[in-house]
């Protein structure tokens, strides 16, 4: 016995515990289970249920377009709910970045292609919202490595609009609230169209100033 610690010897004082890779690899897989990724999930299993509700009868029983509209809403709130709560609790996981947008776009898409198939709302719009969504995801890879476009308030206006659009189609609704359907929809069309617009732009600037201080920096 040499009389020093074995902090002091260069040592920690204590044997690794037997399986410690094993049991880090246990945590690491279990905060895949957090409660944003499985309000996430939720969303994901939430769109075939959807379509079978909304589809059901032939897609015209006011009594199923209700428990259509009901999962539907349900998606919403929960797009709401896990990105707060995965910013706020830190518990922001890989699948929840690859998750999250496929989820959203998953339970919009289906349900525009539900209303279109059925004859409630014009292919074009479904093509427009659809078209936006897809350009905007490939354009963030496309100035990926200059950096990240943040959501405006444009941006939230658009999808909070497009919600309730698609969620008073969904319901069989007649008289003044088919007609004001019409023009919220019209409005997160318009919004739809202008933000994808003021992305783009943002876009082809970000990509110049990257590629302006990448010269500067060569």
């Given at each position: ?5 074995a902090?002091a ?9 037997p ?14 289970w ?55 609790y ?41 078209g ?54 019209a ?32």
């Amino acid at each position: 016995m040499t009389g020093v610690p074995a902090s002091a010897a260069g040592g920690t004082g204590r044997q690794p515990a037997p399986g410690g890779k094993l049991g880090a690899a246990a945590v690491n897989q279990a905060s895949l289970w957090n409660i944003a990724n499985i309000l996430t999930m939720v969303r994901l299993v939430l769109v075939p249920v959807f379509v079978a509700l909304m589809l059901a009868e032939g897609g015209y029983d006011p009594a199923w377009r209700a428990f259509a509209w009901a999962a539907f809403a349900i998606a919403m709130i929960t797009d709401v709910f896990d990105g707060h709560l995965a910013r706020t609790y830190n518990l922001v996981t890989d699948f929840g970045k690859i998750a999250d947008p496929i989820a959203d776009k998953a339970i919009m898409g289906a349900a525009l292609i539900c209303l279109s198939w059925l004859g409630d709302l014009p292919w074009w719009v479904t093509g427009v919202i659809l078209g936006r969504e897809l350009g905007i995801t490939l354009l963030r890879f496309w100035v990926i490595r200059y950096g990240v476009i943040p959501a405006s308030r444009g941006g939230k206006l658009k999808t909070l609009s497009q919600g309730i659009a698609v969620g008073m189609y969904v319901l069989a609704l007649t008289g003044p609230l088919a007609t004001l359907r019409f023009w919220v929809m019209a409005l997160a069309v318009v919004l739809t169209v202008a933000t994808g617009l003021d992305y783009i732009r943002q876009a082809i600037v970000l990509r110049r100033q990257g590629q302006a201080a990448e010269e500067h920096a060569a």
